[in-house]
């Protein structure tokens, strides 16, 4: 149980394009679910904190309009990236936390954003 | 806010020898503790988690951690390490009561030698 998957895996866009990553758990209800963006060998970095049906909470220093996150359902939550650069490519994982004890979250297998 | 530090960025060692991996956290309020493993290009798998009770935890792949509040860690070991374990390893610190957020620490690095 308790699975999170992501689509898509790896995507390479253009600057200047926007690029959507849908987040979905597939046997649970996330009440609340994370962005986070990782670059290479180093940790996660937390972007946003999303509530189903509410407006995303955005981490200092993440600008809301290029990375904006929808969760309009309990078992979807999407980010895109608005005009894509290239120092956007990053890796981006998100995870969810469903209605019971707050203390864990399920991750997704990420995904790799290449912007050329 | 939640500070974790993991001291060891790259750990090398031997297959079949033990290894422990360092965590320590800068919360005085309640914490929940979890170790979690990245493979390269893949998400986060889950090894062991603290919430409360005993303060050894035993996970998956043979791993266990201790919890020991006086000292503020949560080390990471193994008493035999395979090929297989080679991976980044990420301690997580969430605050009990006070929201879903999690700490993440910069990751400690297992190569495993044959």
Same mark, same amino acid.
């Given at each position: 149980?308790?699975? =999170?998957? *992501?689509?898509?895996?790896?995507?390479?866009?253009?600057?200047?394009?926007?690029?959507?990553?849908? @987040?979905?758990?597939?046997?649970? *209800?996330?009440? +609340?679910? !994370?962005?986070?963006?990782?670059?290479?060998?180093?940790?996660?970095?937390?972007?946003?904190?999303?509530?189903?049906?509410?407006?995303?909470?955005?981490?200092?220093?993440?600008?809301?309009?290029?990375?904006?996150?929808?969760?309009?359902?309990?078992?979807?939550?999407?980010?895109?990236?608005?005009?894509?650069?290239? %120092?956007?490519?990053?890796?981006?994982? @998100?995870?969810?936390?469903?209605?019971?004890?707050?203390?864990?979250?399920?991750?997704?297998?990420?995904?790799?954003?290449?912007?050329? | 806010?939640?500070? =974790?530090?993991?001291? #060891?960025? *790259?750990?090398?060692?031997? %297959?079949?020898?033990? =290894?422990?991996?360092? @965590?320590?956290?800068?919360?005085?309020?309640? =914490?929940?503790?979890?170790?979690?493993?990245?493979?390269?290009? *893949?998400?986060?798998?889950?090894?062991?988690?603290?919430?409360?009770?005993?303060?050894?935890?035993?996970?998956?792949?043979?791993? %266990?951690?201790? !919890?020991?509040?006086?000292?503020?860690?949560?080390?990471?070991?193994?008493?035999?390490?395979?090929?297989? #374990?080679?991976?980044?390893?990420? @301690?997580?610190?969430? %605050?009990?009561?006070?929201?879903?957020?999690?700490?993440?620490? +910069?990751?400690?690095?297992?190569?495993?030698?044959?």
């Amino acid at each position: 149980g308790a699975v =999170v998957s *992501q689509h898509p895996s790896r995507v390479i866009c253009k600057s200047g394009t926007s690029v959507k990553i849908e @987040c979905r758990s597939l046997d649970f *209800q996330a009440t +609340t679910m !994370f962005w986070y963006r990782q670059f290479p060998k180093q940790s996660l970095m937390l972007m946003a904190t999303s509530n189903e049906g509410s407006k995303a909470t955005y981490e200092q220093g993440v600008e809301k309009d290029k990375f904006l996150i929808n969760h309009a359902s309990l078992t979807l939550s999407t980010l895109t990236v608005t005009s894509a650069h290239p %120092e956007d490519s990053s890796f981006y994982i @998100c995870s969810a936390a469903d209605r019971g004890p707050v203390y864990e979250q399920y991750f997704g297998p990420g995904t790799r954003l290449t912007v050329t | 806010a939640q500070s =974790v530090t993991q001291l #060891d960025s *790259q750990v090398p060692v031997f %297959e079949e020898a033990p =290894v422990e991996l360092r @965590c320590n956290y800068s919360s005085s309020v309640s =914490v929940y503790l979890f170790w979690y493993v990245q493979y390269p290009n *893949q998400g986060l798998q889950l090894l062991l988690k603290y919430l409360s009770g005993s303060t050894l935890v035993k996970g998956i792949n043979g791993f %266990e951690a201790e !919890f020991n509040k006086s000292q503020t860690s949560f080390h990471l070991r193994k008493p035999s390490v395979h090929i297989s #374990d080679t991976a980044e390893y990420f @301690c997580a610190v969430s %605050e009990k009561g006070i929201g879903r957020q999690f700490y993440f620490g +910069t990751g400690t690095s297992l190569t495993v030698i044959p």
